[in-house]
């Protein structure tokens, strides 16, 4: 039976970018996305409505020769929940492989908290039975500018440490690479990383040069770093996730760089300023 694909996230931006690639590769697939209204119109492919957190829904959405991609929920206290949800309404219809996007480093104590999260999903996976692969990307390079205050200043507790930001387009290439041919890539996890580690005075700089204003970066303490945070009304673990973001760069968590995009795509990982000026 020729494999079928199926891609979550498909409204968003990085599971639109793997469901435009597939398509582009005249590849059928079905999109499970939570609002078919919103899911990308594309040859080939068939938007279904399927939340993380309804069971049913994906069981019926999906077929046992699905290859799936299943992009992380956004950030929610159940997030876990909703993807073992997923992952066991996946392992029920009886798929053929599951590729998840985890993060870099995804561990049970990784000082950047929803790397934690991205762990546990990746054991429930693992538990499973069904074939996998994970992508764990580091920081998305395309995210770079939302870290910029509205006053040019970008604020963190990071110190001088570094991350390996990596761009949802290189992101995009891998994926489809390993769902084009999953069992080379079965039980796998590739941490798929930029070309270089940026510290963030760099990353400023280079936000600065893209956008012609002036940026720079200003760290802070991490006591600095709640208070200023505190003020937008944030819970506990919105607070923790967005924080460690910071303190994962300042003690080198993120600073590693791998050569898995160009083992995966044969073409060299993006620099940042490309990333911006695309
Ligand atoms: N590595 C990083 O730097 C970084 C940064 C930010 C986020 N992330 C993670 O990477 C993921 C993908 O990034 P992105 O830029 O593509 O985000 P995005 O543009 O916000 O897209 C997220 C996609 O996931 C879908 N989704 C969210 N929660 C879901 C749920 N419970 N059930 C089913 N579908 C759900 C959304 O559907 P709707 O259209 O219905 O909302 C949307 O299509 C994010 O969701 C987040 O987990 C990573």
Same mark, same amino acid.
């Given at each position: 039976?020729?494999?079928?694909?199926? @891609?979550?996230?498909?409204?968003?931006?990085?599971?639109?970018?793997?469901? =435009?690639?597939?398509?582009?590769?005249?590849?059928?697939?079905?999109?499970?996305?939570?609002?078919?209204? =919103?899911?990308?119109?594309?040859?080939?492919?068939?938007?279904?409505?399927?939340?993380?957190?309804?069971?049913?829904?994906?069981?019926?959405?999906?077929?046992?020769?699905?290859?799936?991609?299943?992009?992380?929920?956004?950030?929610?206290?159940?997030?876990?929940?909703?993807?073992?949800?997923?992952?066991?309404?996946?392992?029920?219809?009886?798929?053929?492989?599951? @590729?998840? +996007?985890?993060?870099?480093?995804?561990?049970?104590?990784?000082?950047?908290?929803?790397?934690?999260?991205?762990?546990?999903?990746?054991?429930?996976? =693992?538990?499973?039975?069904?074939?996998?692969?994970?992508?764990?990307?580091?920081?998305?390079?395309?995210?770079?500018?939302?870290?910029?205050?509205?006053?040019?200043? +970008?604020?963190?507790?990071?110190?001088?440490?570094?991350?390996?930001?990596?761009?949802?387009?290189? +992101?995009?290439?891998?994926?489809?690479?390993?769902? &084009?041919?999953?069992?080379?890539?079965?039980?796998?996890?590739?941490?798929?990383?930029?070309?270089?580690?940026?510290?963030?005075?760099?990353?400023?700089?280079? @936000?600065?040069?893209?956008?012609?204003?002036?940026?720079?970066?200003?760290?802070?303490?991490?006591?600095?770093?709640?208070?200023?945070?505190?003020?937008?009304?944030?819970?506990?673990?919105?607070?923790?996730?967005?924080?460690?973001?910071?303190?994962? +760069?300042?003690?080198?968590?993120?600073?590693?760089?791998?050569?898995?995009?160009?083992?995966?795509?044969?073409?060299?990982?993006?620099?940042?300023?490309?990333?911006? &000026?695309?």
């Amino acid at each position: 039976m020729a494999p079928t694909y199926a @891609v979550t996230g498909a409204s968003g931006r990085l599971g639109g970018r793997i469901a =435009r690639r597939l398509a582009a590769a005249g590849l059928p697939q079905t999109l499970l996305v939570r609002n078919p209204a =919103r899911a990308p119109e594309l040859p080939g492919a068939t938007a279904v409505s399927a939340s993380y957190d309804d069971p049913d829904a994906v069981v019926r959405a999906l077929r046992p020769t699905d290859v799936v991609l299943m992009v992380s929920a956004s950030e929610t206290p159940d997030r876990v929940q909703q993807h073992r949800t997923f992952i066991d309404a996946a392992a029920a219809a009886g798929v053929a492989h599951l @590729v998840y +996007i985890s993060f870099y480093g995804a561990a049970p104590d990784a000082t950047f908290t929803l790397a934690r999260d991205h762990w546990h999903t990746e054991e429930h996976l =693992r538990a499973s039975g069904l074939p996998f692969t994970f992508l764990r990307d580091n920081l998305y390079a395309d995210f770079m500018p939302a870290l910029v205050g509205e006053d040019g200043v +970008i604020r963190g507790p990071a110190g001088d440490g570094r991350a390996a930001v990596v761009a949802q387009d290189d +992101i995009a290439d891998a994926a489809v690479a390993v769902l &084009r041919d999953p069992t080379a890539h079965a039980g796998r996890a590739y941490e798929l990383t930029g070309p270089e580690a940026l510290g963030l005075d760099k990353v400023a700089a280079t @936000v600065a040069a893209v956008t012609g204003r002036p940026v720079s970066y200003v760290p802070e303490t991490v006591e600095e770093a709640y208070a200023s945070r505190r003020a937008h009304g944030a819970p506990d673990w919105q607070l923790d996730a967005w924080v460690s973001t910071y303190t994962a +760069i300042a003690d080198g968590s993120l600073a590693g760089v791998t050569t898995a995009i160009e083992d995966l795509t044969g073409h060299p990982a993006t620099p940042l300023e490309q990333v911006l &000026r695309t």
